[in-house]
């Protein structure tokens, strides 16, 4: 009296056919769905916002264009209401810009 050995595909269950599958009875569907055209104006971003940290903790946000530049955005940092309560007289040793999205400021 040996013990039945139940094999894996008494287990489990048999693969559902979908109609584009290629083991369907019509064979594998060779039409492509028909996607609308993207609206490129849509699509671009009128602004983004940048987070500023002083010291590794988040301090303030802005709300910036996409486009703005490396300088413009480090002076728009320094007179962010919450890194200038922060920093409260403390020396600026560096400040870091990743534009459009972080600036990091290092205080003495």
Do not use: F, H, Y
Not at 3 to 15: C, K, L, S, T
Not at 84 to 103: C, D, F, H, M, Y
């Amino acid at each position: 009296m040996w013990p039945r050995r139940i094999g894996a595909r008494a287990i489990r269950p048999p693969p559902r056919a979908t109609p584009n599958s290629a083991g369907s009875p019509t064979g594998p569907s060779t039409r492509s769905p028909v996607r609308p055209a993207a609206d490129q104006a849509l699509l671009t971003q009128e602004k983004v916002t940048c987070v500023v940290q002083v010291n590794g903790k988040v301090r303030d946000k802005l709300e910036v264009p996409p486009q703005i530049g490396e300088d413009e955005l480090r002076e728009l940092a320094l007179v962010a209401p919450g890194v200038v309560r922060t920093l409260g007289g403390q020396q600026v040793s560096r400040v870091i810009v990743r534009a459009p999205k972080l600036v990091s400021i290092v205080a003495a």
